[in-house]
């Protein structure tokens, strides 16, 4: 099985194979240069026999992937949505097919991967939160800007700061750029590390801490609360959805 995880900005993959994930892979993508990337990503793949993906985006950008696979391999693209109840998870939502995919996802790969209660953080374009309880509840969970957010926010409603940014996380900042850069990433991480007490608040007090997404390593470092890294939950969670692990 091919798993596909297409965000606001990335679109992220990997091979399934006896159960065990493999290939992974990311590339920065727009609705119109999707197929040439498909093309890049997948051209040294062997043929799936199936492929399970999430989309964040608009349907538009999903349906993309679907007639890529479609005409590439003769093979149909299966989305993954949210739901009610599921491989050992219930969702929190009184309408949850409004729950993003990629977060079912994770919560799923979260359930199948460790035992007992656990606060779930994804750091892509915007940065999730989500509790889930010992016994595969969804408590629920809370949405906040990522650093690219932060810093589009800041360069799009203001004259003086300048669209292009630094790496320094340096907050005695001697230019503006470095200025937004550092700015932005410890905003992300406080608000990651405020949050996760909060939503711990509801949970056990030996819960685990979970932390996955593009921008995770680039936060972890900055974060007083301690969190165990899984990079590809997302796609973990779509293997399980998709039947190719157990």
Known sequence: MLVVDIGNSRIKWASVTAG???GQGAADYQDETLPAELDAAFKLLHQPTAIAYCSVGA???GKILERWASERWGIAAVRVRAAAEGFGVRCAYARPETLGADRWAALVACRHKHDG???????????TLDAISEGGEHLGGVIVPGVTLMRRALTTHTDQIPAHHSRSREVLAKSTADGVAAGTLYAAAAAIDRLSQELGAFLPRASARILTGGAADLLRPLMATEFKTEPHLVLYGL????????
């Open 117 to 127: 209660a656990a606060v779930v953080v994804d750091c892509g374009t915007a940065i």
């Open 239 to 246: 293997a399980v959805i998709g039947g190719a692990i157990e």
């Open 59 to 61: 349907s538009a950008t």
């Open 20 to 22: 065990v994930l493999s």
